[in-house]
């Protein structure tokens, strides 16, 4: 069963950012703390992958696949965020911050946990 779809807040690409090497089983609210350092976070997801589990009861369960996208409130914001974060520890692992290059369907047959940054 799918994941029902969020839709991302407009702004323009250059408020977006991709967060590389995340550990898997981090949570957002944990990326969105760390990444809110560098600016007002708006919006993100750690982008997802179903995998097959018998034991689940939907049968699939989502994995992380170790990175995510975080949207700022200004292209400011997000450029300040590579600069001070890119290379910075997140749960033990060193993150690394770049300018979102994604097109949309780029994580095509990957689910999204997205969560607005407000909750």
Request: with cysteine; hydrophobic share 30%.
């Amino acid at each position: 069963r799918r994941q029902p779809r969020m839709y991302w807040p407009r702004c323009p690409r250059e408020c977006r950012v991709y967060v590389g090497n995340i550990r898997f089983g981090t949570r957002w609210d944990d990326v969105r703390e760390h990444m809110s350092k560098g600016g007002q976070v708006v919006f993100g997801r750690i982008i997802k992958q179903a995998r097959e589990d018998p034991n689940s009861p939907s049968g699939v369960r989502y994995v992380s696949r170790g990175f995510a996208i975080v949207q700022y409130a200004t292209p400011e914001d997000a450029t300040k965020a590579i600069e001070t974060l890119s290379g910075t520890t997140l749960n033990g692992r060193r993150i690394y911050v770049r300018p979102d290059e994604s097109r949309r369907g780029a994580t095509k047959g990957a689910t999204d946990a997205e969560t607005p940054a407000e909750e």
